[in-house]
Nanobody, 123 residues
Framework: QVQLVESGGGLVQAGGSLRLSCAAS????????MGWFRQAPGKEREFVAA????????VYADSVKGRFTMSRDNAKNTVYLSMNSLKPEDTAVYYC????????????????WGQGTQVTVSS
């Protein structure tokens, strides 16, 4: 069982930055691949970024590539999403997700989900 708690969301102007954190419970965090997804009102949940359980490999959605960076600190059971050059279209609830030894861009690959944190980017 893994519990995930996101934090770091908020209101920011376009062009600004935020860093989201996702703290995980459990002693086997280092064996879980992690992902960030987001969901805007009236839209489906979409992939943002993923990192392998070793932390050696990351993948990003084209819409955030070059602006967002995902990282993990297995000693702190935490993953991060650093978001720069934010745009109004980045406004959404951001969710982190965990899957046992997965490295995937699809929601169905992840078993555990956090409650989400709101990111709002004003123009």
């Amino acid at each position: 069982q893994v519990q995930l708690v996101e934090s770091g969301g908020g209101l920011v102007q376009a062009g600004g930055s935020l860093r989201l954190s996702c703290a995980a419970s459990g002693r086997t965090f280092s064996s879980y691949g992690m992902g960030w997804f987001r969901q805007a009102p009236g839209k489906e949940r979409e992939f943002v970024a993923a990192i392998s359980w070793t932390g050696n490999t990351t993948v990003y959605a084209d819409s955030v590539k070059g602006r967002f960076t995902m990282s993990r600190d297995n000693a702190k059971n935490t993953v991060y999403l650093s978001m720069n050059s934010l745009k109004p279209e980045d406004t959404a609830v951001y969710y982190c997700a965990a899957g046992w030894r997965v490295f995937s861009t699809t929601t169905r690959s992840y078993r555990y989900w956090g409650q989400g944190t709101q990111v709002t980017v004003s123009s």
